[in-house]
């Protein structure tokens, strides 16, 4: 998922369980496609690789990715920057107070990801569920 803030989705996208997340968001920043000025992308370290750290730059963001400790040669990110990825947590955290989207019942892809733009809906309006 991309989101603006975490109120606000942009793109996101349902992929099968066994999928790393890098390709998937590689996917995502690709229909995004490039920005006129620079952008800040904040993403956490499942994103750290060189791929998606190039082609973030290659498409004007200006990525905050924390390397791995492990790194031979890790790089600077700005670490006050870095602590509002947590935004996008807040966006799952409220979609996941809908048991239905929590759990997955649902079997089929389709059925699934329509309760989550109605989830997004209910959400945007604000309207108080159960």
């Known amino acids: 998922m991309v989101a603006a803030s975490d109120r606000d989705e942009v793109i996101f996208s349902l992929s099968a369980g066994n999928c790393g997340d ?6 995502l920043l690709c229909k995004l496609g490039s920005v006129d000025h620079p952008i800040h992308l904040l993403v956490d ?17 200006i990525p ?11 790089w600077n990110y700005d670490r006050e ?16 107070r ?8 649902d079997k089929l892809d ?5 309760f989550v733009y109605f989830a997004f ?8 569920t159960p």
Do not use: H, M, W
């Open 110 to 114: 389709i059925i699934f990801l329509s």
């Open 45 to 61: 370290g499942a994103y750290e690789g060189d791929e998606t750290r190039t082609l973030a730059a290659e498409l004007g963001y």
């Open 64 to 74: 905050v990715i924390p390397p791995k400790r492990n790194r031979k040669n890790p």
């Open 98 to 105: 809908y048991r239905r989207i929590f759990t997955r019942y």
């Open 22 to 27: 890098a390709p998937e968001g590689r996917t």
């Open 121 to 128: 809906v209910v959400d945007a309006l604000n309207v108080n």
């Open 81 to 96: 920057l870095c602590k509002q990825r947590n935004q996008v947590e807040r966006l799952f955290r409220r979609l996941k």
